[in-house]
């Protein structure tokens, strides 16, 4: 008899070409307007560097952030997730498909944990009191979106070239050796 352990793992159904392409143009659209938000806070956040209102600034730094980054990241991670799962890519069977998966979901998590929740600080500041936004809140609310900007760059250049070859069997996690 065997068990639940010892049976192969049942294989997910693959999608049609044409759910495929639905799924993947989803996919795009929400990557592509990631890209464009995280443009729009990057300029903001500079404008607020050099002396724009901050009463201003940072309440649409965080109505962006509320209002698109939070639902682009989620929609990118999720469609991304599910591609892997229902396309021959798999999640794990290429390093830079699990690469694009661990920065997508690490840079979902900042926007929802920290980057909205830190700019809504932020625009508090700076609405309850003018100009009370410290030098750091500034840096912050700059530097954050500059650095997503060059993860979101790289996974565009994995994407683009597929790097590498696929991993072994052994390497990817969660693998039993043969024998």
């Given at each position: 008899m065997t068990t639940l352990a010892q049976q192969p793992p049942r294989s997910l159904p693959r999608l049609s070409p044409r759910s495929r392409k639905a799924l993947l143009t989803v996919h795009l659209a929400s990557a592509v307007g990631l890209?464009?938000?995280d443009?729009?806070?990057v300029s903001l956040g500079l404008a607020g560097w050099q002396g724009s209102d901050p009463?201003?600034?940072?309440p649409a730094m965080y109505?962006?952030?509320?209002?698109?980054l939070v639902p682009l990241a989620v929609l990118a991670l999720v469609t991304g997730v599910l591609q892997g799962l229902l396309s021959n890519y798999g999640l794990l069977r290429h390093w830079w498909v699990t690469a694009k998966?661990?920065?997508t979901l690490l840079l979902t998590v900042v926007a929802i944990a920290v980057?909205?929740?830190g700019l809504g600080r932020t625009a508090d500041a700076a609405i309850s009191t003018?100009?009370?936004v410290t030098t750091a809140q500034q840096a912050t609310s700059t530097l954050t979106p500059v650095l997503a900007g060059?993860?979101?760059l790289f996974m565009v250049v994995l994407g683009v070239f597929k790097p590498g070859r696929r991993r072994k069997p052994s390497d990817r996690p969660g693998s039993r050796p043969a024998g």
């Open positions: 890209i464009g938000v443009l729009v806070l009463e201003t600034i940072y109505l962006v952030a509320r209002g698109a998966l661990a920065i980057v909205a929740p003018g100009d009370a060059v993860l979101l």
